[in-house]
């Protein structure tokens, strides 16, 4: 099997904005996403994965203006947590989920990403916490297949299993995949939160292509110092991106790879546009 | 089958040093390992495991000393990192890692951990650091046998894969056993490490009573602050610890519960005997 050859093409880089800080805690430029589609136009990206609370009230307008300047959206991250401390009221979480569905609809998104949220309170260990993520998947699931949104369920690093994911291996969000049975419903492969875990060309295999949604990339640092806001971009650190791209690849992934490097203190404190520039080459000879 | 009852005998409990901050960075109040073994000896501890730095050079006194209280040593922690960027010489590596042997022998520990370290320089990804792994490890097993010392493989939380253990799952550290074929090599399971891990209760039935050499209890706190130093107290977190113990017994395991909460900012700030007792109630009551 022949990899892609991104050092002669790089319209498969997709950048999810929060690599540039966008409004998060008041990190990054602030650039609109105007200023941040045109930086990407002008450098070649194919597409563009942007957050909830960047689009607002301006979903159809902003797909547009992508799609205008010869690019698409990837994806809109990301459903709030369907299950957790912040998700205790069934029907809330739903409608919740339903809106930003509707949301991604209104991009043209082709994917929403979903962060399942920790252990529920009252729970312990993981198991039932995926049982609940289960149940209100199988609910969104449909509403998502109307609206041509597809749902991709992304496991998180182990370490985030308290309060964030108690989702953390493709292995298991494969298997809520199988429960639910919904063809709208795949998972996102993320660099930072699968590169220890040699158990994933074999659940990638599984998957298949019609079942990975997204590929995300960035590095994990050796000595990270934030398991938060201190990834690394592609090359300063010790995950095996060749490899684990060869695996996805292989299962037959042949959309975006999406750069989403979370940095509070190297790369949102940079301009934008070099930010762009520096991801551009490392994808083009590393990635 | 029966899980054994702590509420009525917890001769099984095993004070990790660790959890009184030992004189790590300055942490805990400075308890000699006398005054530890008269602590846990007052409270019903069945057994100890210390760390080098508390040893010196006076580890048959203190294996002396134990025993003369009634309890065992359960456990030396730990070789020095076998691959990473501070094992970068093979040689030394095996006489640091020959030394601690050494140690764990004169002590009488039934037990010397095994934290592997990160990722070997020059390398991406855990593949090849792992198998330098195994080839260090091959070379120090048979010295432990001669020396009747068993060797734990312990996999850490998936976070500390960059620099502190390549090795961050059961499976495969069995399959270093495997590849080692060393009645004196087996694996060491902590809470703390494998709490997330779905796959555990298979692996544990891998292993084996005669490949389970430990099991550490703490919890994981759900809004953890750091992964080094916030560790909870059993019943703090959000750990399945009665579902986990269940796997171990039921995979044969009926050694030592070796209780080992890294806690710079609440239990080391505490009275160390206090922090025994809350430690019985709750290994009664919770584990």
Redo the contacts between chains.
Sequence with gaps: MTMRDFSTDHSALALNTASLGHNLDGHGAGWSPERVIDACAARGFGSIVFWRREIGSRAVEIGERVRAAGLSVAGLCRTPFLVG?EATDRQAVIDGAKASIDMAAGLGAAVLTIVVG??HPG?????ESLKIVTDRVGEIAPYAAQRNVRLALEPL???Y???RS?L??L??ALDICDAVGAPSLGVAVDVYHV?????IDVQMQRAGPERIFGYHLCD?????TD?LLDRGMMGD????????RAGVEGAGYAGPCEVEIFSANNWWKRDPGAVLDVMVERFRTLC
Aim: aromatic content about 8%.
């Design positions: 401390a920790g252990v729970t312990k260990g993981t198991a690093n182990p370490v299993a308290g309060n108690c953390v291996t292995r298991d590169w220890w875990d040699r158990g994990w640092l050796a000595d990270t398991v650190g010790v995950a095996d991106l060749k490899a684990i």
